[in-house]
């Protein structure tokens, strides 16, 4: 199963081609099975300008597989530590939603696809898979 982020969504909803949307083409093409969790849900409807986009997103988004966290606020408590950890190597992920993300990506041993370096920094200390 693959977890596709906000990132790629939204440049494949924008219809801009690039190396994640035309994997994201080959996952619709072929039946793979992907889903999205609440965080990248959110984040794709806050992003919508009119209310027609808006209702036309979310009937889309409604009928998609959803994860949502495993362990409940020890889910979270993760997050927190990947996003601690990776500062106290001077590195600094830019959203803490990304960090919940990857943490959701790994409790259930999902691929993730994604078109955003915060994930590339995560994988670099934790075991977060990456859909290549």
């Known amino acids: 199963m693959i977890l596709v982020d906000t990132s790629v969504f939204i440049n494949y909803l924008r219809k801009s081609d690039n190396e994640k ?4 083409n080959e996952i619709l ?3 793979i099975p992907f889903g999205i969790n609440y965080f990248i849900y959110q984040e794709l409807l806050q992003g919508c ?3 027609r986009d808006y209702k036309k997103l979310k009937t889309y988004l409604d ?3 959803f994860y949502e966290v495993k362990k409940g606020r020890e889910s979270y408590a993760h997050a927190a530590r990947i996003y601690s950890e990776l500062r106290k190597k001077g590195i600094t992920v830019r959203s803490t939603i990304d960090c ?3 943490q959701m990506a790994m409790e259930h041993e999902l691929y993730l696809l994604h078109d955003d370096t915060d994930f590339d920094r995560i994988a670099e200390f934790f075991p977060l898979k990456m859909w290549l």
């Open 21 to 24: 949307t035309e994997q994201f």
């Open 29 to 31: 093409d072929k039946g």
């Open 49 to 51: 300008r009119t209310e």
């Open 63 to 65: 009928v998609q597989k």
């Open 100 to 102: 919940l993300i990857a």
